[in-house]
């Protein structure tokens, strides 16, 4: 069976910073697009970042990169989001997915339609 593991959530001030981690198993990272979705109270899901496992490509949301940074282990099927000056409005589950698209789709690689496999998710809660 194929497992997506999210961890490294947790419950942090204002301002702190949080790595996100992944772990894939029963699937292989040598050609993946593995991309990051969160979820607010009382919101939609959206994307965040993805990452190409190929060559390491990068992709983020308008504007994301100012305080989200996507990386791999490649050798350890390991996708993390390291997330600085956390704020209230991060708090949501952060999930992980694994696109069918392998080499993330350009400008759709956060469409969750095109989404294979999912994980439950990590809890982020942001207080002051």
């Known amino acids: 069976q194929v497992h997506l593991v999210e961890s490294g959530g947790g419950s942090v001030q204002t301002g702190g910073s949080l790595t996100l981690s992944c772990t894939a198993s029963?699937?292989?990272?040598?050609?993946?697009?593995m991309v990051w979705f969160r979820q607010a109270p009382g919101k939609a899901r959206e994307a965040i970042a993805a990452?190409?496992?190929?060559?390491?490509?990068?992709y983020y949301s308008d504007g994301a990169e100012r305080r989200f940074t996507v990386s791999q282990d490649n050798a350890a099927n390991k996708i993390f989001l390291q997330i600085n000056n956390l704020q209230p409005e991060d708090t949501g589950m952060y999930y992980c997915a694994e696109s069918k698209y392998n080499i993330c789709g350009g400008t759709s690689w956060g469409a969750e339609s095109t989404m294979r496999y999912w994980g439950q998710g990590t809890q982020v809660t942001v207080s002051s």
């Open positions: 990452l190409y496992t190929g060559d390491d490509t990068r």
């Open positions: 029963g699937v292989s990272f040598f050609s993946d697009c």
